[in-house]
């Protein structure tokens, strides 16, 4: 059986984080696939369509990785593509705490979907897109943040 993993976001934009943790779990997984989540109650910066497109951008060199946008559960979308594992990437102690309750929700209601949690890069662990996004909307310089290939408009 295939080792298919979704690796869960908004990626408003996506990061060099992103980018580390997805790059570091090839070798772990046969496929994995970056699904942009779709959240009503929530407002974006960027449009959805955009998002998905830095994503394929950035990983166009990749077959393995493919980019698809969902709504509801994550382990619903999971169980619909027959992927067996969520991949969550951890910069410090709090998204530990954060993404432990849910992984362990996820397991109480599909058990045979695991989840695997892979530790940010020292360099990247003080990234966060909300961060980037402040710094965006600010007019300040996110290019050594976010991966070469994503290009953001500029700041109104």
Same mark, same amino acid.
């Given at each position: 059986? %295939?080792?298919?993993?979704?690796?869960?976001?908004?990626?408003?934009?996506?990061? %060099?984080?992103?980018?580390?943790?997805? &790059?570091?779990?090839?070798?772990?997984?046969?496929?994995?696939?970056?699904?942009?989540?779709?959240?009503?109650?929530?407002? =974006?910066?960027?449009?959805?369509?955009?998002?998905?497109?830095?994503?394929?951008?950035?990983? %166009?060199? =990749?077959?393995?990785?493919?980019?698809?946008? =969902?709504?509801?559960?994550?382990?619903?979308?999971? %169980?619909?593509?027959?992927?067996?594992?969520?991949?969550?990437?951890?910069? /410090?102690?709090?998204?530990?705490?954060?993404?432990?309750?849910?992984?362990?929700? /996820?397991?109480?209601?599909?058990?045979?979907?695991?989840?695997?949690?892979?530790?940010?890069?020292?360099?990247?662990?003080? &990234?966060?897109?909300?961060?980037?996004?402040?710094? =965006?909307? /600010?007019?300040?310089?996110?290019?050594?943040?976010?991966?070469?290939?994503?290009? &953001?408009?500029?700041?109104?």
């Amino acid at each position: 059986m %295939k080792r298919i993993a979704v690796f869960p976001g908004s990626f408003d934009p996506i990061t %060099k984080g992103h980018e580390s943790v997805i &790059l570091r779990s090839l070798g772990l997984f046969d496929t994995i696939i970056v699904a942009v989540g779709k959240n009503a109650e929530k407002k =974006y910066m960027f449009p959805l369509e955009q998002r998905i497109q830095w994503i394929k951008d950035v990983f %166009k060199n =990749y077959p393995a990785i493919q980019v698809d946008s =969902y709504e509801g559960l994550t382990v619903e979308y999971c %169980k619909s593509i027959n992927a067996g594992f969520i991949l969550r990437g951890l910069r /410090n102690a709090a998204d530990f705490e954060f993404e432990s309750s849910i992984s362990q929700m /996820n397991r109480k209601m599909f058990p045979s979907i695991e989840t695997v949690f892979m530790v940010t890069l020292p360099e990247y662990s003080a &990234l966060s897109s909300s961060i980037i996004r402040d710094i =965006y909307r /600010n007019r300040g310089d996110i290019t050594p943040f976010i991966p070469h290939n994503v290009q &953001l408009p500029d700041a109104k």
